[in-house]
């Protein structure tokens, strides 16, 4: 009976999770541009509109209350700058290795299709990219998912909503982004609090906004944008170093995991959202040349 039921109600959860997918690209594509709102409007109305569906789920379960997760409330300013600054460095490492990567699929036939969001040209646009979006994002992947797939281990509840994530968001170099961005919020979600992941998110977006505009302040804000990695950079090696030498960051030993992750991963609502969301990926990111 609780396998079934366990059953049931993650099939609740990945058709929300396909309604967020499919209403937001939907949303998106066909019904709100007719109305001719202001590109940051029309996301956020995407994004609300799109998540009701799984947050509502969220709260009549509750869900946040059945599978709290462990651990302090606020991380120390020195773990959040030494995790923001892992965030930095590894968008740092994937932007230099784009060259590389696009090459290889040119060998093969295949482009990249360049799609461009300029998140200086509006207010409200900004305000999407940088509080909206991490908000809905986190109390989707980090709040509903990763809280229901507790019970079925700690690498599980990290991993596959960042795999979902990833793949939510329908361009390949944003996904590359968000999967090595979840695993991290997943983290901090995990170890301290949603409040965290929530904080750790926007700062990351926010960061993404104005290195755009540093980039165009010519030799000013390219020796800006060198001193902003390199300080990450400092951050991430003397943090690894103390995280290592006294073997911290380890996730919470009082949750326990009773069920095992095999009905998870073969449950077929689950593969239809990752169906369709690689579908959208492919579609929307690669083109052939």
């Known amino acids: 009976m609780q396998e079934k039921s366990d059953s049931r109600s993650f099939t609740a959860v990945w058709l929300c999770l396909f309604l967020f997918s499919g209403l937001f690209a939907l949303l998106q594509a066909f019904i709100l541009p007719p109305l001719h709102l202001p590109q940051g409007v029309m996301f956020m109305l995407c994004s609300c509109l799109a998540a009701s569906p799984i947050l509502c789920y969220g709260s009549r379960t509750g869900v946040w209350r059945l599978y709290p997760v462990t651990g302090t409330q606020r991380p120390p300013v020195r773990v959040f700058l030494y995790l923001f600054s892992i965030i930095l460095i590894l968008n740092l490492l994937l932007s230099l290795c784009t060259p590389a990567i696009e090459h290889a699929l040119r060998l093969v036939g295949i482009g990249l299709r360049e799609v461009t969001i300029n998140t200086a040209s509006s207010l409200s646009l900004t305000l999407y990219v940088c509080i909206v979006a991490p908000i809905v994002e986190e109390l989707i992947y980090r709040g509903v998912i990763l809280r229901?797939?507790?019970?079925y281990g700690t690498h599980l509840a990290i991993v596959l909503p960042a795999v979902c994530f990833a793949l939510m968001h329908h361009n390949f170099y944003q996904g590359l982004s968000a999967v090595l961005g979840g695993l991290v919020y997943g983290f901090v979600a995990?170890?301290?609090?949603?409040?965290?992941s929530?904080?750790?998110?926007?700062?990351?977006?926010t960061v993404s906004t104005v290195l755009p505009l540093l980039e165009k302040g010519g030799e000013l804000g390219a020796w800006a944008t060198l001193l902003l990695f390199f300080i990450a950079g400092v951050f991430v090696l003397i943090g690894s170093i103390v995280v290592i030498r006294r073997k911290s960051f380890r996730l919470p030993q009082s949750v326990s995991f009773p069920n095992r992750?095999?009905?998870i991963l073969t449950h077929p609502a689950l593969w239809l959202v990752l169906l369709f969301d690689t579908v959208m990926l492919i579609v929307l990111s690669f083109t052939h040349v």
Request: with cysteine; hydrophobic share 50%; proline share 9%.
């Open 148 to 151: 229901k797939l507790l019970p």
């Open 190 to 196: 995990l170890r301290y609090s949603l409040a965290a």
């Open 198 to 205: 929530i904080c750790l998110h926007i700062a990351k977006n």
């Open 261 to 263: 992750p095999g009905a």
